[in-house]
């Protein structure tokens, strides 16, 4: 079935450095690429997505590249903050047919050492 | 405006049991999904309900587990026999509309723990 892989699991940086977050996934007819935070006790909250039809997308200090040839996207995230440790999820989905459900990676913990 | 809410926030039980959770979605999202959150583990897709309907409820992982919307709004999964390997966190998500690039507002889950 459908798979989506995520690295690293653990992931420490210090304030300031900048984090990076690689994904695959198996699906060749995947056309969209959700990234969500999740906060201890909370669920997750969209940050970030990119369609198949681009290639990068940035939103200040967060940007996310697709390379859908070889089926990877990562998450960037530039001048990290304490408050940007949490659990990370990629996610892939086939958006716009009747097999659209959302597969989530198996996250990467981030902390943000101050 | 309220997010999408969940109640109980933890629930214990003894194995066997039968448990209800419940989900609030965003007033006006027509689309609803529960996941199953493992420790140390991406959600993991249950069902999904457009309105009132099941549309796909693939991801339910055996005749225990059941989940209605009677009025298109308010949700309830229920698990009959429980069992200890279904303690985990189950989310529940919303969004406007299946079929479009659309956010999913996750609550902050229900927490089961199977005993």
């Known amino acids: 079935g459908e798979n989506v892989e995520q690295h690293p699991s653990t992931l420490s940086v210090q304030e300031g450095d900048s984090a990076v977050i690689k994904c695959t996934y198996s699906?060749?007819?995947?056309?969209?690429f959700p990234w969500y935070k999740q906060e201890l006790g909370k669920g997750p909250q969209l940050i970030i997505d990119?369609?198949?039809?681009?290639g990068e997308k940035k939103d200040q200090r967060i940007a996310v590249t697709l390379n859908k040839t070889a089926k990877h996207f990562s998450l960037h995230i530039t001048e990290t903050q304490p408050e940007d440790s949490a659990v990370y999820f990629c996610?892939?989905?086939?958006?716009?047919?009747?097999?659209?459900?959302?597969?989530f990676g198996p996250g990467t913990s981030l902390s943000v050492i101050p | 405006g309220a997010g999408v809410s969940q109640t109980p926030s933890n629930k214990v039980t003894e194995k066997g049991k039968y448990v209800e959770l419940r989900c609030d979605p965003i007033?006006?999202?027509?689309?609803l999904y529960w996941y199953r959150q493992s420790l140390g583990q991406g959600p993991e897709f249950l069902i999904y309900?457009?309105?009132?309907?099941?549309?796909?409820d693939s991801g339910l992982p055996n005749d225990r587990f059941f989940a209605v919307r009677p009025e298109g709004s308010v949700s309830t999964l229920k698990i009959q026999r429980t069992e200890r390997g279904d303690s985990a966190v189950y989310l529940c998500?919303?969004?406007?509309?299946?079929?479009?690039?659309?956010?999913?507002?996750f609550g902050p889950g229900t927490r089961l723990t199977v005993l």
């Open positions: 990119i369609r198949s039809n681009v």
């Open positions: 699906d060749s007819a995947s056309n969209y």
């Open positions: 998500a919303s969004s406007p509309e299946r079929g479009r690039y659309n956010e999913q507002f």
């Open positions: 007033s006006g999202h027509t689309a």
């Open positions: 996610a892939a989905s086939r958006v716009g047919t009747s097999y659209d459900k959302v597969i």
């Open positions: 309900f457009q309105g009132t309907g099941a549309a796909d």
